[in-house]
């Protein structure tokens, strides 16, 4: 399995921090500035702005009624919350008390979104859905990321990364790089990999893509391309369910992982270069 090409030390964190037992479904994060980061979690709809000094919670901020929450992301000073449903909130800056700016639907054919990302270089908020478009073989093995422009008056999705699941394994495979693997009833050893994206961001300097898959409890990278950089299993004992990603603007990366039986926790890799 990939260990991060040399970026990143992924069997030794630089630094991790037991998150309230409150954020026990912490579910995306956000970078905010070079001492804070901000989360949702699955149950309410509301921002937490956490210190990189400790990780304590700073200050939180309720945007709206309970509700499935699972993505977020910074766009200057305002941000992006998104409903599993595919409902995104448009939320004004700290200063607003993050007050709601406007609501609107994704019109994507999927039905189980969870993640937000910005795409500081293009200006694009990405989209990752969790699932895939029932229906054809090939819906089964395509893998998607989409994008809309935030400053667009009709936030119209489109394709900016598609992948194939089956491929990617391929690519693994070339390079050395194991893949989740299961047994067939007759025996055979085949790829488990299912690349369920919970959640997106773009590495500040290398530029490429970053997905979480929690069904894996693996970090992929990819190219502009979408050829494959990277396919790191994440440590089951530290990340038992990894959902946010975010990196600072030096490098660093952050994972946050749900509690799932356990304190959640929130995990420093710092950027070797």
Same mark, same amino acid.
């Given at each position: 399995?990939?260990?991060?090409?040399? &970026?990143?030390?992924?069997?030794?964190?630089?630094?991790?921090?037991?998150?309230?037992?409150?954020?026990?479904?912490?579910?995306?994060?956000?970078?905010?500035?070079?001492?804070?980061?901000?989360?949702?979690?699955?149950?309410?709809?509301?921002?937490?702005?956490?210190?990189?000094?400790?990780?304590?919670?700073?200050?939180?901020?309720?945007?709206?009624?309970?509700?499935?929450?699972?993505?977020?992301?910074?766009?200057?000073?305002?941000?992006?919350?998104?409903?599993?449903?595919?409902?995104?909130?448009?939320?004004?800056?700290?200063?607003?008390?993050?007050?709601?700016?406007?609501?609107?639907?994704?019109?994507?054919?999927?039905?189980?979104?969870?993640?937000?990302?910005?795409?500081?270089?293009?200006?694009?908020?990405?989209?990752?859905?969790?699932?895939?478009?029932?229906?054809?073989?090939?819906?089964?093995?395509?893998?998607?990321?989409?994008?809309?422009?935030?400053?667009?008056?009709?936030?119209?999705?489109?394709?900016?990364?598609?992948?194939?699941?089956?491929?990617?394994?391929?690519?693994?495979?070339?390079?050395?790089?194991?893949?989740?693997?299961?047994?067939?009833?007759?025996?055979?050893?085949?790829?488990?990999?299912?690349?369920?994206?919970?959640?997106?961001?773009?590495?500040?300097?290398?530029?490429?893509?970053?997905?979480?898959?929690?069904?894996?409890?693996?970090?992929?990278?990819?190219?502009?391309?979408?050829?494959?950089?990277?396919?790191?299993?994440?440590?089951?004992?530290?990340?038992?369910?990894?959902?946010?990603?975010?990196?600072?603007?030096?490098?660093?990366?952050?994972?946050?992982?749900?509690?799932?039986?356990?304190?959640?926790?929130?995990?420093?890799?710092?950027?070797? &270069?």
């Amino acid at each position: 399995m990939g260990r991060g090409q040399g &970026k990143y030390n992924m069997l030794r964190p630089s630094q991790v921090f037991e998150l309230p037992v409150f954020l026990t479904e912490v579910s995306a994060l956000t970078d905010v500035d070079e001492n804070t980061i901000a989360c949702v979690h699955d149950e309410a709809a509301s921002v937490y702005f956490v210190s990189l000094r400790d990780g304590s919670v700073l200050d939180s901020m309720t945007f709206s009624g309970p509700a499935d929450m699972e993505g977020l992301t910074r766009v200057g000073n305002e941000f992006f919350a998104l409903r599993s449903d595919g409902l995104v909130f448009h939320l004004g800056g700290r200063a607003s008390r993050l007050s709601v700016r406007d609501t609107f639907w994704l019109d994507v054919p999927n039905k189980n979104i969870e993640g937000l990302g910005y795409d500081e270089r293009k200006g694009l908020v990405l989209i990752s859905p969790k699932d895939f478009v029932k229906g054809a073989k090939e819906g089964k093995d395509e893998r998607v990321i989409y994008a809309i422009d935030p400053n667009a008056k009709e936030h119209v999705p489109s394709v900016v990364l598609r992948l194939s699941l089956e491929g990617l394994v391929e690519q693994a495979e070339r390079k050395g790089i194991a893949t989740p693997r299961r047994r067939k009833d007759d025996g055979q050893e085949v790829s488990s990999l299912k690349l369920r994206y919970s959640s997106v961001a773009v590495h500040p300097i290398t530029d490429h893509y970053y997905l979480l898959s929690a069904a894996d409890r693996t970090l992929l990278v990819v190219d502009r391309s979408g050829t494959l950089i990277d396919l790191v299993m994440l440590d089951e004992e530290l990340l038992p369910k990894p959902e946010g990603i975010t990196f600072m603007p030096n490098g660093d990366m952050w994972i946050s992982s749900e509690g799932k039986g356990r304190t959640p926790v929130l995990a420093r890799y710092a950027f070797q &270069k």
